[in-house]
C-alpha cells in the first residue's frame, strides 16, 4: 500500500476514535471554562454550532486533518493547552527512551546470537535459547517492577523514578529493551545458522579463512537481513511498551501523557497521540526499508536477481 | 499444501515428538495445570479473593495465607488463582472473537478476490501500519475501563494479520480439486467455505492459535495494568501487579506472585507452540 493512502488512512481512523468516545466536546469545554459547573442546554447548543460540531462527518473530518497538517491538533479539554505542542515537548523523552533500549537490545541480542550459533549445542547456546524464552515470555511491565525493586529499592544503586541524568534512563531502558532483546537474539541465530550452511561460507572456509573472519565478515552481513527487517517492528514495539514503562518509573514522555489524558477523559489527546505515532512508526519502516536496499543491493533491480 | 501435511503426520507422531522434546511436554503441562487450578478454584478451600480485612492488611506469608494479603487484606493466592480464571476466560473470549473477525475478512478476501479483496486487505495493511500496543492502549482508553473494552482493544489490534494469513490458507484451498468437486455438485460458496475449506485450514489454525495466546495474555494482562481493564475488586493479574507498585519494599511478594504467574502461563503457551509448531513444519521434522 503507498505512503499517502496509509496516511489517509491513519489519518481516518485517528479522526474517527474521536467519534466513538463518550462525552460531548462542547459541554466538556464549557465545563472547563465555568470551573465545572454544568453549562446550560443553551450554551452547548451555542457552542456545538460555533465549533462546527453539528456538521457532516466528512466535512468535520475535512477541518480536522487541514488543521493536523498545519501542525494544530485542538486543545486539552482540561488544560486548554495545545495538544501538538505538548506532544512535541514530550516527544524527545519517549524517543531517547525507545532509542536507547533499542540501542541496548541490538547491542546484546545480536552478538549474543552469533555466539549462539556458532557455539551450537553448547551450554553457551543452551543458556541463550533459555534466555530468548524468558525474554519473551517477562513483559516489560513485570520486567520492570522487578528490576526497581532490586536495583532501586534494595540495592540502592539507581534512582526509581525521575527523568535527566544517564542513571534515570538506565531501569527504564533495559526493562524495555528485554524483550526485544530477547526476540533479535533468536532470529539473529536462526539467521547466522542459516547463513552458515550456504556455499560461499564453504569457499570462504576452504581457501583458509580463519573462523572469525568467516563467521564476522563474510557471514554476518546477509545474516543481518532478516534482522534489519524486524527492527521496523521492533521499534513500534518499543513505542508501545514505552507508553507502559513511562508511566511506571515516572518518565516525563509522551506515553505518561497519554495515560493521564486517558484516566481525565482527555480524548482529544489520545487522538493526537494515535496519530502522531502512527505517522512516526510509518516514517520508521520507511527508514527500514531503505537500509535494506543498502545492505542488499540486489533489491536496488527491483528484485530481479532474486 | 497444510492438507497434505497433517495427512503425513499421523496423531502419534504428534505425540511421540512432544514426548521428545521435553520443553513442549512442559508447556503443555504448564498449561493444563493452570486450566486446571483455575477451573477447580470455586472447589478449592481458598478465602474469598474479593473479602476486605482492613484488620489484616500487608500481612506476610503464612499458613492461612500461603502469599500473605495485599494493601485490601484480601489473600494473594485466592487473587491469583481466581486471577487465572480472569485472565484465561478474557484470552480465550479475545481469540474467539479474533478468529471469527479474522476468518470472516480472510475468506471474503480470498475465496471472492476481485476488488473486495483489495479493499479489504487494504484495511488490514492499514491496521496493520499502527503500532500495536499503541492503537490497544487508545482503544480501550476511549472506550473506558473494562474487561469488555480490553477484549475489544485486543481484537482491533489482532485481527488483521490473521485475516491476512487466512486469507492465504483459502487462496491456495480455492482451486484444489474437492472444491472443484463440491461446486460440480452444486453446492453454494458458502456452504464450500464454511463445510469444505474451513475444515481443511483448522490445523494450522490451531497453531496460529496456540502461537497467538502468549501475546494475547500480555497484551490483556498489560492494559489492566494501566487501569484500563478489570475494575476492582476483580482479581487479575495485570492490575494486581499494578497495586503491588506502592508496597513492592515491605511486600514485594505482591509484586514476584502475579509477575511469576503471567510469565509462567505466557511461557507455557509459547512452548507448546513453539512444539507444535516444529512438529508441522517439515524442515525441522525429524
Given at each position: 500500500m503507498t505512503l499517502p493512502l496509509l496516511l489517509l488512512g491513519i489519518s481516518i481512523i485517528s479522526f474517527m476514535l474521536l467519534n466513538f468516545a463518550p462525552g460531548d466536546a462542547a459541554e466538556i469545554t464549557l465545563m472547563r471554562q465555568n470551573g465545572g459547573v454544568a453549562p446550560s442546554p443553551q450554551e452547548v447548543v451555542e457552542l456545538r454550532q460555533e465549533l462546527g460540531l453539528n456538521d457532516p462527518l466528512p466535512i468535520r473530518y475535512g477541518r480536522w486533518v487541514s488543521n493536523a497538517v498545519r501542525g494544530d491538533l485542538g486543545e486539552s479539554y482540561?488544560?486548554?493547552?495545545?495538544i501538538a505542542n505538548e506532544l512535541l515537548r514530550r516527544l524527545p523523552a519517549t524517543l531517547l527512551l525507545a532509542a536507547t533500549a533499542l540501542a541496548l537490545a541490538v547491542a546484546a541480542g545480536i552478538p549474543l546470537g552469533v555466539l549462539a550459533a556458532v557455539n551450537r549445542g553448547t551450554w553457551l547456546d543452551t543458556s541463550c535459547r533459555l534466555l530468548a524464552l524468558v525474554g519473551a515470555a517477562v513483559p516489560s511491565y513485570v520486567m520492570a517492577p522487578v528490576l526497581m525493586l532490586f536495583?532501586?529499592?534494595?540495592?540502592?544503586?539507581?534512582?526509581a523514578v525521575g527523568y535527566g541524568s544517564p542513571k534515570n534512563l538506565l531501569l527504564p531502558a533495559l526493562a524495555l529493551s528485554f524483550g526485544t532483546m530477547a526476540q533479535l537474539m533468536r532470529l539473529t541465530r536462526a539467521s547466522v545458522l542459516d547463513v552458515l550452511g550456504q556455499d560461499y561460507i564453504r569457499t570462504a572456509r576452504a581457501k583458509g579463512l580463519s573462523e572469525r573472519s568467516v563467521v564476522?565478515?563474510?557471514?554476518l552481513k546477509s545474516a543481518l537481513l532478516p534482522v534489519v527487517t524486524v527492527l521496523g517492528t521492533s521499534t513500534g514495539f518499543l513505542l508501545g511498551g514505552a507508553v507502559i514503562i513511562e508511566s511506571i518509573f515516572g518518565w516525563p514522555g509522551v506515553g505518561q501523557f497519554v495515560i493521564q489524558g486517558i484516566s481525565q477523559r482527555d480524548y482529544p489527546v489520545v487522538q493526537g497521540f494515535v496519530l502522531y505515532m502512527a505517522v512516526a512508526f510509518l516514517l520508521i519502516n520507511l527508514a527500514v526499508d531503505v537500509s535494506y536496499r543498502w545492505l542488499d543491493p540486489r533489491l536496488h533491480f527491483g528484485g530481479k536477481f532474486n | 499444501m497444510e492438507g497434505a501435511l497433517r495427512r503425513r503426520i499421523p496423531r502419534r507422531a504428534i505425540l511421540h515428538n512432544m514426548h521428545r522434546d521435553p520443553g513442549s511436554f512442559l508447556g503443555f503441562g504448564i498449561v493444563a495445570g493452570v486450566i486446571l487450578v483455575a477451573a477447580l478454584a470455586p472447589l478449592l478451600?481458598?478465602?474469598?479473593?474479593?473479602h476486605l480485612d482492613l484488620q489484616n492488611r500487608?500481612?506476610?506469608?503464612?499458613?492461612?495465607f500461603p502469599l500473605g494479603t495485599d494493601?485490601?487484606?484480601?489473600d494473594e493466592l485466592s487473587r491469583l488463582i481466581f486471577g487465572a480464571r480472569t485472565t484465561l476466560l478474557m484470552s480465550a473470549a479475545s481469540l474467539a472473537i479474533i478468529m471469527t473477525l479474522a476468518s470472516t475478512v480472510g475468506s471474503l478476501s480470498g475465496y471472492y478476490g476481485g476488488w473486495l479483496d483489495t479493499v479489504l486487505m487494504m484495511v488490514v495493511d492499514l491496521m496493520l501500519a499502527f503500532p500495536s500496543l499503541i492503537l490497544g492502549v487508545a482503544v480501550a482508553g476511549i472506550l473506558g475501563p473494562s474487561l469488555i473494552n480490553v477484549m475489544i482493544a485486543v481484537s482491533v489490534v489482532w485481527w488483521a494479520s490473521h485475516a491476512r494469513v487466512i486469507r492465504g490458507m483459502v487462496l491456495s484451498a480455492r482451486n484444489k480439486e474437492y472444491v472443484e468437486g463440491a461446486r460440480a455438485i452444486g453446492a453454494s460458496d458458502g456452504r464450500i467455505v464454511v463445510y469444505h475449506i474451513s475444515r481443511n485450514i483448522v490445523g494450522p489454525l490451531v497453531v496460529l492459535v496456540t502461537l497467538d495466546m502468549g501475546w494475547i495474555i500480555l497484551g490483556i494482562a498489560g492494559l489492566s495494568f494501566l487501569g484500563?481493564?478489570?475494575?476492582?475488586p476483580t482479581p487479575e493479574w495485570g492490575a494486581m501487579l499494578n497495586d503491588s507498585r506502592s508496597y513492592m519494599q515491605t511486600s514485594p511478594i505482591l509484586l514476584l506472585a502475579p509477575g511469576s504467574a503471567i510469565f509462567l502461563l505466557v511461557l507455557g503457551f509459547n512452548l507448546m507452540g513453539d512444539g507444535i509448531r516444529d512438529i508441522l513444519d517439515p524442515t525441522t521434522y525429524r
Open positions: 482540561r488544560s486548554g493547552d495545545s536495583f532501586a529499592v534494595k540495592l540502592g544503586w539507581l534512582p564476522w565478515g563474510h557471514g | 478451600p481458598l478465602h474469598d479473593p474479593t500487608l500481612l506476610s506469608p503464612s499458613f492461612e494493601h485490601l487484606g484480601r484500563l481493564g478489570a475494575q476492582p
